[in-house]
C-alpha cells in the first residue's frame, strides 16, 4: 500500500478568504464584468485592450493578497499524502502556500504568451512565460512579433490539461473539492472519474449540486471546512 493519493479540486472560493473575489457570489466578478467580453476568445478578437484591462487588474490584486490557511492547509497534505491539486483558479496562492504539484485547469494570470492562429490553442509551453504582477498592453509583442495575450483559458477555447487531471483524479483515493459552484464544464466534471472506492468531500458554505450520494459536504468556508478535513483524515 502506498502513500495516500490525493486529488484536491478547488475553485474561487478557497481563494475567497484570502480576498480575492468570486464569479457567481452576490458580488462577483461576473456580477460587474460580462465574461463573454472580458474572459472569451470572441472577446478577446473583438476587444484585445478590454481583455488586457481586465487581466492586468486581475494581476495587479494578485500582488496585494496572500494565501490562506486552506492553501497552507492543501500544501500540509503533502506531509502525509501524494497531493495532486487541480484548480479552475488563475492565481499563483496554491504555489506560495507551497503546494509543489498544481494542475490550472484554466491557466495562470502572471503569465502570458503570444497568441497565434485561428483558435489561439495552438501554442507550445515554451511560448508562455511568467511577467510577475506587471502590465501587458497592446503593442507588447512575443519573440515572434505576434502580440502577447494572457495564459488565460478563454470561454470557447480547450481546456489542455484535462486528460492530465483525469488521470491523478482517476489515480486518488481521495477528491476533496473546495470552493467550486460546479458550473462550468469540464472541470464540473472532473469528480465525476473518481473511482469507486474513492471517498469524495466538498467544502463549501453554500447548497452545491451534488449529483452523487456518496460526497461528503462539509457545510463551511475552505478554512474552517479544511480543519474539519484534517480532523477527519485523522480520524
Ligand atoms: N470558502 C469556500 N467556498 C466558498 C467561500 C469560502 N470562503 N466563499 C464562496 N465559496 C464558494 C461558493 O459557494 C461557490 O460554490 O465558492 C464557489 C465559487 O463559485 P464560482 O464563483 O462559480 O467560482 P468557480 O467555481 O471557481 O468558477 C469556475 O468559472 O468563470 C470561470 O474560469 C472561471 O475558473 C472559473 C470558473
Do not use: C
Request: hydrophobic content about 40%; overall charge negative; glycine content about 8%.
Amino acid at each position: 500500500m502506498g502513500k495516500l493519493r490525493i486529488a484536491v479540486l478547488t475553485g474561487a472560493g478557497v481563494s475567497a478568504e484570502s480576498g480575492l473575489g468570486t464569479y457567481r457570489d452576490n458580488g462577483g466578478l461576473w456580477d460587474n464584468y460580462d465574461p463573454m467580453e472580458v474572459a472569451s476568445i470572441d472577446g478577446w478578437y473583438r476587444n484585445r485592450k478590454l481583455v488586457l484591462d481586465f487581466y492586468n487588474m486581475q494581476r495587479a490584486r494578485l500582488k496585494d493578497v496572500l494565501p490562506n490557511d486552506a492553501h497552507r492547509m492543501i500544501a500540509s497534505l503533502e506531509d502525509r499524502a501524494d497531493v495532486s491539486v487541480i484548480t479552475q483558479n488563475v492565481d499563483n496562492l496554491h504555489e506560495r502556500a507551497g503546494s509543489t504539484k498544481v494542475i490550472h485547469l484554466h491557466g495562470e494570470v502572471t503569465k502570458v504568451r503570444p497568441e497565434s492562429g485561428v483558435y489561439d490553442d495552438s501554442f507550445s509551453e515554451r511560448e508562455v512565460f511568467d511577467i510577475g504582477y506587471e502590465d501587458v498592453n497592446l503593442g507588447d509583442k512575443a519573440p515572434n512579433g505576434s502580440q502577447l495575450r494572457p495564459h488565460i483559458v478563454f470561454f470557447g477555447e480547450a481546456v489542455p490539461k484535462l486528460e492530465k487531471a483525469v488521470e491523478e483524479v482517476e489515480k486518488a483515493d481521495i477528491v476533496l473539492i473546495v470552493g467550486t459552484s460546479l458550473q462550468v464544464y469540464p472541470a464540473a466534471s472532473l469528480y465525476r472519474y473518481a473511482r469507486p472506492d474513492a471517498r469524495i468531500y466538498i467544502i463549501d458554505p453554500a447548497d452545491v449540486p451534488l449529483r452523487e450520494p456518496r460526497i461528503v459536504h462539509i457545510k463551511d468556508v475552505a478554512t474552517s471546512g479544511m480543519r474539519k478535513f484534517l480532523e477527519e483524515l485523522s480520524k
